[in-house]
């Protein structure tokens, strides 16, 4: 479809991970066939990505790259193919990116070039810039359309509010793996960092109890206070680590039956008991969403008793149209009390990343808005 795209737009490039970023004005994507051009409101960022853009993580993806990550945008320009997409249109951006004659050469733009020689080969020929820009191009079905009169209107979300769907729609993925169903009891571990925070709330719409865990006792306390201001009914409870594993699983056992674990365990938390206690906690026959990176050997608990393990990456499609479905219903937290999010232009790339880091936890997220 035609379009009136500016011949050039603003991108936050890292050209070299020792050099940094670079606001630079580039070429804007066009149209064609299989793609979409969005115009980009509000760019995520994750707690850990100044340290996938300084090396500090050794995540392999090539340069120069546009950084990213999700996004809520609103199509500015669609190719051929478009079937349902239109201009103007508010969309939620999909970062990972699904080989179309292959689906497991799977990446994540902007960030982690994945695993097989077709992944490779895509990041760096196709589909490599991410939303860190004015305008980005993504595959048709990257860009889940939203009902901005429901949302925006009657919901009353901001697009920031919106946003914040780059950090529940992970751990909703998980959760999905793993059937969590109404009424069962998860526990989230650790539960104070971003993406469990946001699986706390996510496991919480779905209809489940939720134990949290974490080191921080303050933190916890936020945590429940900021479920219950959202949901007044929400079964939430909250456990502090101690570092004793069985001291753990008893506290936790101590709830009842608990039927599922979610886990956001990151590298630096490795050595922590936190996602075996909550294993021995576990019913016969109960599942674990892995959803963490880290190296923590839970296997020797889960063999005797039945326990499934299954790792996951982000989620798949049809978890961002069920996602879209409930955030239409209005189940998911909207307004600057339970979404406290800190907004950056790209100039400010630097200290975007630092807040990143630190902003994170239950309701925080911090965006660029190019
Ligand atoms: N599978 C996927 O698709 C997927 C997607 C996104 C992210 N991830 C992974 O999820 C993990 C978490 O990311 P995030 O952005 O949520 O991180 P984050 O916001 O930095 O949170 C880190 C969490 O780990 C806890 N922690 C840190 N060190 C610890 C220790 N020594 N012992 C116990 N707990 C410790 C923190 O507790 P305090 O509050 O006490 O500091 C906090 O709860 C990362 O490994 C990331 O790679 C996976």
Redesign the pocket.
């Known amino acids: 479809m035609a379009s009136a795209l500016p011949a050039q737009h603003r991108t936050l490039l890292l050209e070299d991970r020792k050099d940094g970023f670079h606001v630079k004005t580039c070429p804007t994507p066009q149209p064609g066939l299989g793609n979409v051009i969005v115009r980009v409101h509000a760019a995520g960022v ?3 990505h100044r340290e996938v853009y300084n090396g500090g ?1 050794d995540y392999p993806f090539p340069t120069p790259l546009v950084g990213g990550y999700g996004a809520i945008g609103r199509v500015a320009a669609v190719g051929p193919d478009a079937t349902a997409l239109k201009p103007g249109q508010l969309v939620w951006i999909d970062c990972v990116i699904h080989g179309r004659d292959d689906p497991d050469a799977l990446f994540l733009t902007a960030i982690h070039e994945g695993y097989t020689e077709g992944s490779k080969k895509l990041i760096r020929d196709v589909w490599r810039d991410g939303t860190f820009a004015e305008y980005a191009k993504l595959p048709l079905e990257n860009c889940i359309a939203l009902d901005e009169t429901r949302l925006c209107g009657s919901l009353g979300y901001s697009i920031q509010d919106l946003a914040y769907t780059c ?1 529940l729609l ?1 751990p909703y ?2 959760l999905r793996d793993i059937n969590l169903e109404p009424g069962e009891t998860i526990v989230v ?10 699986g706390v709330l996510v496991a919480i719409a779905m209809g489940a109890r939720v134990i949290a865990m ?3 006792e303050k ?1 916890l306390a936020r945590l429940k206070e900021h479920v219950l201001k959202g949901s007044p009914n929400a079964s939430i409870e909250t456990v502090k ?1 101690t570092g004793d594993e069985m001291k753990d699983a008893a506290t936790l056992k101590g709830f009842g039956t608990i039927d599922a674990v979610l886990d ?9 008991a ?1 996602v075996r206690s909550a294993v021995w906690a576990l019913r016969r026959g109960g599942r674990v969403s ?5 190296d923590n050997p839970v296997t020797p608990i889960v063999t005797g008793r039945n326990i499934t393990l299954k ?5 798949e499609r049809p978890d961002m149209v069920q996602f879209v479905k409930m955030l239409e219903r209005g189940l998911f937290p909207r307004g600057k009390d339970l979404v406290d999010t800190k907004a950056f232009q790209l100039e400010d790339w630097k200290e975007c990343l630092d807040v990143g ?1 630190e902003h ?2 239950i309701g925080r997220h911090v965006v660029f808005t190019p």
Do not use: D, I, W
């Open positions: 994750l707690s850990y993580r950090c992970v993925g998980g571990c650790p539960a104070t960092g971003g993406f469990g925070g946001a974490g080191r921080n933190e680590m956001f365990t990151p590298p630096q938390a490795s050595k922590s936190h892995l959803m963490g990176f880290n790792g996951k990456l982000m989620y880091a994170t936890g």
